[in-house]
């Protein structure tokens, strides 16, 4: 099985991942500030697709758009 080629730059992923992170946190100790389990369920799936996104190092959305911010570097 091949993987996808990787389009999302270092930086690019630190911040999915941070942001992940700190949705998934929100959604889960927050839940009453939020009131909608739906838009709870919404929220913690967005930031799980991201978390995926920035282990792999590969969007979806960006392999769509044909839009790539990884810089490949030959040494």
């Known amino acids: 099985m091949q ?3 990787k389009n999302l730059s ?3 992923r630190m911040i999915r991942g941070g ?8 959604a ?4 009453d500030q939020i009131g909608d ?11 799980v697709l991201n978390l995926i996104s920035f282990i792999t ?5 960006y392999k769509l758009a044909s839009i790539s911010t990884y810089k490949n570097k030959q040494v």
């Open 3 to 5: 993987l996808p080629q």
């Open 37 to 47: 389990i739906f838009l709870q369920l919404v929220i913690i799936i967005f930031a």
């Open 28 to 31: 889960v100790f927050w839940a």
């Open 10 to 12: 270092l930086t690019d």
């Open 57 to 61: 190092g590969w969007c979806p959305v």
């Open 19 to 26: 942001v992940s992170l700190a949705m998934i946190v929100f």
